[in-house]
């Protein structure tokens, strides 16, 4: 049986790790997050389940970080993407600090809509 593989963002802990335990069973997986640690651990024990499982250590809030996962989106294996990764912090307005503001836009908001450019090994034809 062909394993599908599936690419989780925010897999280092909370509803990404729980998406990774719950495909474990019959998906190899490619587990992203910026902690690369928790990610190891999670390998670990999933792979020790018969799943192939890579990891790739990213922050989601940067250019760098989201091209590293569209680079591996573009080897054009991954069946099934979650884009999990985010976070919160709701505040008053006026309590952001400024500097918050682009990184967890580009977190919440850039990350989850970018995709590798078409090439005709991962275009549908549409
Ligand atoms: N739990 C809820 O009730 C709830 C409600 C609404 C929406 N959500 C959304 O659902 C998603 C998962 O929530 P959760 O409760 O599982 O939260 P969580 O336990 O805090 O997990 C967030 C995940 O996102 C990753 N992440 C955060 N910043 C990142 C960055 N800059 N680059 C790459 N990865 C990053 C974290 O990994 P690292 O820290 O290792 O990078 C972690 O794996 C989030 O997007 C959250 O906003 C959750």
Redesign the pocket.
């Known amino acids: 049986m062909t394993r599908t593989i599936a690419l989780i ?8 790790a729980a998406y990774a335990r719950l495909l474990v069973d019959d998906h190899d997986l490619v587990l ?4 690369a640690d ?1 990610l190891s651990g999670l390998a670990e024990e999933l792979g020790s389940r018969g799943a192939a499982v890579e990891v790739l250590p ?4 940067t250019h760098d ?1 989201i091209a590293a996962v569209t680079g591996r989106l573009a080897a054009g294996d991954v069946g099934l993407l979650i884009s ?5 912090g709701y505040s008053p307005l006026t309590d952001v600090d400024v500097a918050d503001i682009d990184p967890l836009l580009t ?1 919440n908001a850039v990350a989850p809509i970018h995709r590798p450019r078409r090439t005709s090994r991962n275009a549908r034809g549409r």
Request: charged fraction near 15%; proline fraction near 0%; hydrophobic fraction near 40%.
């Open positions: 963002t925010g897999a280092s802990s909370g509803i990404g992203v997050a910026r902690r928790r990213a922050d989601l809030a970080g999990n990764a985010g976070a919160g977190l």
